[in-house]
């Protein structure tokens, strides 16, 4: 059965630096987001990504946050300069279309941790 | 605004019990609601969904959800628990128009023996 996949499982990095955590959604999806888990905290939501643009963002996806889809299969997550409030898993989802029906296939997750 | 609150962050049951976890919605517009399950180390997969065509939804697992639009309510059931089932689950809502889920808490189901 086709999945999403995320590279690295953990992540850790230093107040300040750059990460990119990697996603490869599953082939013929259109849709891609990226959500968040600060430990102990709900899932919540970032972004998501149509056509190459952002479609849809939160409040929490500010100027240190970028997403890119550099090739026809992998969509990462950068974050600028990285906060000790950004340790948590970070989750790549999918979807065949954008309409409310339609599941969201979830990654296994990226833990980040900020030191 | 959507929202979704999960009453009790964590549910024991024994095995061969029912299971009962508690979502409420709140939507502004009509909800699609689903809940996921996340098993230790995995990602969320997806149990089933609510999206409007019946209001008693099966999924897998042996698990179903009742849209209750009188009591703003979507309770995830299963008749008779497993081992198995030990996992974290979440409720989320999504509003028509919006690509976003909005996750609850999350309550975790402890299946003892």
């Known amino acids: 059965e086709p999945e999403v996949t995320q590279t690295p499982s953990h992540q850790v990095t230093q107040m300040g630096q750059e990460v990119i955590l990697r996603c490869v959604p599953i082939s013929n999806h259109l849709y891609f987001y990226w959500y968040r888990q600060i430990l102990g905290q709900k899932v919540e939501f970032l972004v998501s990504?149509?056509?190459?643009?952002?479609?849809?963002k939160s409040e929490i996806f500010d100027d240190q946050f970028s997403v890119e889809r550099p090739d026809g299969s992998n969509f990462t997550l950068k974050i600028r300069s990285t906060k000790l409030e950004d340790s948590a898993m970070y989750f790549c989802?999918?979807?065949?279309?954008?309409?409310?029906?339609?599941?969201?296939?979830f990654g296994p997750g990226t833990r980040l941790t900020v030191t | 605004a959507q929202s979704v609150t999960q009453l009790g962050s964590h549910v024991s049951v024994s095995e061969g019990a029912l299971v009962l976890l508690r979502c409420n919605y709140s939507?502004?517009?009509?909800?699609?609601l689903f809940w996921y399950v996340q098993y230790p180390n995995q990602g969320l997969q997806l149990l089933l969904k609510?999206?409007?065509?019946?209001?008693l939804v099966k999924g897998i697992n042996g698990f179903e959800a009742e849209f209750k639009k009188s009591e703003t309510s979507f309770h995830l059931t299963k008749p008779s628990a497993h081992m198995s089932d030990a996992a974290e689950y979440f409720c989320a809502v999504r509003g028509a128009g919006f690509q976003k889920l909005v996750f609850g808490t999350g309550t975790r189901l402890l299946v003892s023996p």
């Open positions: 989802a999918s979807s065949e279309a954008g309409q409310e029906s339609y599941e969201q296939y």
């Open positions: 939507s502004s517009v009509p909800p699609y």
């Open positions: 609510y999206t409007s065509a019946a209001t």
């Open positions: 990504f149509y056509n190459n643009e952002i479609s849809e």
